[in-house]
């Protein structure tokens, strides 16, 4: 769902004191309150006001600079300060000398870390592009290239060879696109920001203990901005727990070996539940009467139970045998209704995104020769930007609809919320989210 600074440090630690005390001195020094700038006169000639708007600009680049000086010292004391935590954690020091003191501060990964998408995307936007024609013609291509990888896998673990596939296509564009981060660095960087640091040094020492097995170099282990790793885009937790050395060269490759990626990756899926028996999900026709409340992922009962409830295929023939399955409706009432299980949970622990699991599962569909989503997508409604899904959740909550926190994010309790106002207004309660829901609640404000 990412060397030389510290063997100089060790070597040098006077170095140390002065780098800290400088960076100390310069962190409690107080800033000069900035004077006033002197009014220009009221005529300025060319230039005057070009020598002016150059001494500006580097003076911006100069604090730009200072700035940067201070927090690269900042980092390398950071580093310093957590080889030692690493080394209790049994990552050797040979592995602390050659990857993390050559760890670089990377800002670009500490903005888009704290950068929040303000879009979001309908169910059918996202499956338009991760399910698209291109990504299913260049899969059934991978599949064709690397059949030995992938059926050996699904024998070995119960977990179908499209299913693998679609994960990887999902994952990485089936390797074409797998992050250009070094691991280290994006793990380090974060641990620094302090946003996430006790996640991000966890995550980072188990990327140095990746390296302490010999599994990969510090060079060679390239991910995303997040530390997701790969072909599979594992963490370094996950890899520890659940990459699989399949060539048995005595590496686990998830980078550049497709045996090892395909038995990771069904390997990890197997262990979070999937079952061969049972399919992803099965595409469905719910009756009119159908209580949208209990379209949610944490309602389960068996497929018997949904048919006695007048819940049928979508194609006519009988539900497939499934326990504790749970029926969705990404969209709403106007959308498509799927019944999920098992398999569409052990999607989730992979990537918790409903949109994500629909995702896979689509696309392995597709891969098998399969066809897509049947029932049609409600494409005339747009997706509400996070400020407007916050306007939603205190609109709601002022009205006496409780929605927890207004955070931009449509969770189950805002889903709750929506539906409680719906009942309230004789609306079908689906729980979904419009721009037409929202401007009724606001006048109703």
Known sequence: MHHFAYSLLKARPHLLAVTVAATVLTGCASKPEPQAAPKPPAMQSSESANTTTSANTNANESDAQAEASIQASSFAHWKQEFAPRASAAGISDRTLQKALASAKLQPSIIRLD???????????????????????????????????????????????????????????????????FSAIDALATLAFDGRRAEWAQKELIAALRIIDNGDIDAAHMIGSWAGAMGNTQFLPSVFLQYAVDADGDGRRDIWGSMADVAASTANYLASSGWTASEPWSAEVRLPSSFDYARTEISIRQNSSSWAAEGVQSINGQALPDMTGASIIAPAGARGPAFMVGKNFR????????????????????????????????????????????????????????????????????????????????????????????????QAAN
Do not use: C, H
């Open 346 to 441: 052990a999607i989730l622990r992979y990537n918790n995104s409903t949109n994500y699991a629909l995702g896979v599962s689509v696309l392995s569909s597709q891969l098998a020769g399969n066809g897509g989503v049947v029932a049609d997508w409600p494409r005339d409604l747009n997706a509400l930007t996070r400020e407007q899904t916050k306007s939603m959740q205190t609109a709601l909550t002022q009205l006496g609809f409780a929605t927890g926190s207004a955070d931009g994010v449509m969770g189950p309790a805002t889903r709750a919320g929506l539906r409680q106002y719906q009942q309230s207004q004789g609306l079908v309660a689906d729980g979904y989210p419009t721009l037409e829901l929202l401007q009724r609640l």
């Open 114 to 180: 704290r950068s929040q998408p303000e879009f979001t995307r309908t169910p059918w936007q996202y499956l338009d592009s991760a399910v698209s024609a291109q990504r299913i013609k260049t899969g059934k291509l991978k599949m064709q290239e690397y059949a030995t990888a992938l059926q050996a896998a699904s024998q070995r673990y119960g977990v179908p060879a499209q299913v693998i596939a679609a994960i990887w296509g999902m994952e990485s564009n089936y390797g074409s696109n797998f992050g250009s």
